[in-house]
């Protein structure tokens, strides 16, 4: 992933442009060994721009948010600590900030009434049918924002969009056109497909150590949770008919056939009464916690799970995962009952003994020993190779790569258009393809691909012309920074 990242870095100026508003439910990732200056919570000026840490703290989350979303479940706090993820965040807020200063300077300017517009496309601030004041506030504040910090990440979004509008590129038929011709090259190449299970090595026990002792903070325990409990099953309310009358008139919309058609009482009876022990249930589970905080009761039944293994609800996960040590978590439901949980003690990520770890060790040895004999495979024979002849070869041409699956298939035919040589070593994730290209044609131009080119031909232009855009705003305006990463 590190690697990733370094042949990516493209991608992180484009997210200059992305809206720098955080994603309201998204909340923020904890942050770890980094101090602030003496300027009451900023972290840097660039020109007359002040970024505070809140505003670090925004872009951080943001992306490991989309990092998180990228990775999956391999992407965690330490993962993004390798990745220095907290130091791409500060360059790329202060990349936007120089970009903001730009706007000031051009007396570029966000207006109240662009924000309220703004302020209406969110579906979370909308209640019967209108933005709601008051419901603005409560989802800002179970997000741990205030609506001023918020509003004004709305502003700086809105106005880098406002600098992008002027930058807005529209590429020539011409160009176009000349550029289909290129991306939709065909070529005739010979291609030999080489795959790690077809190499076999020897594994012996002391170079397996050797190489767990040289990598051993790679193979980290999971971190996991020592909890203590307490289950509360559903209580009967012991429900008078009066009781269930009283509910279906006032819930009994809740209470519907499949085909929307309201229920009678005696048909909804069974479900009012299960509702009615739920509810009764949920009122004696929050006594029972409010006297576990008093200390007047004890939870006594304990457990650990690791991270990955917590049985509940994803938001009750949650709420598990950022706790503090000796706090109580609110009553909540799980498998048909009422949960009270403490965290005892969060058990950090620590290297695992070479007995733990040997199966993971072993495996990833094993792989590294073939990959380097695949690699001096491959060398030796890219000049030599006969292989299979395809014809027509474009970047569509993801069928006719037999040997491949299409994922792999694709990567190949981007590294073949994008390389610079008749002949080549294409690395995919536990493949080498060795090809050679012995005849090229640019192809006959298509107007239906147009829109297709002119985006490429879009990004292409942009890229490069925010690159030298920042090469010169950071010649323009002074940046001081009072942030320092401890050693």
């Known amino acids: 992933m590190i690697t990733w990242m370094q042949r990516h870095k493209r991608w992180l100026v484009i997210t200059i442009w992305i809206s720098t508003i955080a994603f309201v439910g998204a909340g923020f ?7 602030y200056g003496k300027q009451g919570g900023v972290v840097a000026v660039v020109g007359e721009r002040e970024v505070s840490v809140e505003e670090y703290q925004e872009e951080y989350s943001n992306l490991y948010e989309q990092y998180s979303k990228m990775f999956g479940s ?10 220095k993820l907290k130091d791409v965040a500060y360059k790329q807020v202060l990349q936007r900030n120089l970009i903001l200063s730009y706007a ?10 662009d924000i309220a517009k703004e302020l209406v496309k969110y579906d979370a601030f909308i209640k019967d049918g209108k933005f709601d004041k008051d419901t603005y506030i409560k989802v800002l504040a179970q997000n741990r924002m205030t609506p001023i910090a918020f509003e004004e990440s709305l502003k700086r979004g809105l106005l880098l969009q406002k600098v992008q509008s002027l930058f807005d590129l529209n590429p020539n038929g011409a160009e176009i056109e000349n550029l289909s011709k290129l991306i939709f090259l065909e070529d005739d190449i010979s291609i030999k497909i080489l795959s790690l299970n077809d190499i076999s090595v020897e594994l012996k026990d002391d170079e397996i150590k050797k190489y767990w002792e040289e990598n051993k903070n790679s193979y980290m325990s999971e971190v996991s949770y020592d909890l203590v409990y307490k289950d509360i099953p559903v209580i009967s309310s012991n429900s008078s008919q009066e009781d ?3 509910h279906y008139e006032k819930f009994k919309i809740d209470y519907k056939h499949a085909d929307g058609k309201i229920k009678s009482l005696e048909e909804a009876k069974d479900q009012i009464i299960k509702d009615l022990d739920e509810k009764f249930t949920k009122t004696e589970a929050l006594k029972l916690y409010l006297k576990i905080k008093k ?26 995962l950022e706790s503090k040590e000796g706090e109580i978590i609110k009553p909540f439901v799980y498998d048909n009952k009422y949960v009270i949980v403490k965290l005892n003690k969060k058990n950090v990520s620590a290297p695992l003994s070479y007995e733990d770890a040997l199966v993971s060790v072993s495996s990833d040895y094993e792989k590294t020993l073939k990959t380097k004999k695949l690699d001096e495979l491959a060398a030796s024979e890219l000049k030599t ?17 037999t040997g491949l699956e299409q994922q792999e298939a694709s990567k190949f035919l981007n590294q073949l258009f994008s390389s610079t040589t008749k002949e080549g070593i294409a690395k995919l994730d536990n493949k080498i393809v060795l090809y050679r290209i012995n005849n090229s044609k640019i192809s006959d131009y298509d107007k239906t691909k147009d ?10 232009q942009e890229e490069e012309l925010m690159t030298n855009l920042l090469k010169r705003l950071e ?13």
């Open 451 to 460: 829109d297709v080119v002119k985006s490429t031909l879009k990004q292409l």
């Open 29 to 35: 990732v904890g942050w770890g060994s980094y101090e």
């Open 475 to 487: 010649n323009t305006f002074p940046i001081q920074s009072s942030i320092q990463e401890k050693e």
């Open 295 to 320: 200390d007047e009761e004890k939870l006594e039944s304990t457990v650990n799970f690791k991270e990955s293994q917590l049985p509940y609800l994803a938001e009750d996960n949650a709420k598990i």
């Open 244 to 246: 269930i009358n009283a």
């Open 104 to 113: 000031d300077s051009l007396g570029l300017d966000v207006t109240n009434e």
């Open 74 to 83: 391999m992407f965690n706090k330490e993962l993004a600590e390798q990745l």
């Open 385 to 401: 190779f006969k292989g299979e002849d395809i014809l027509g070869v474009t970047r569509e041409s993801i069928t006719k790569i």
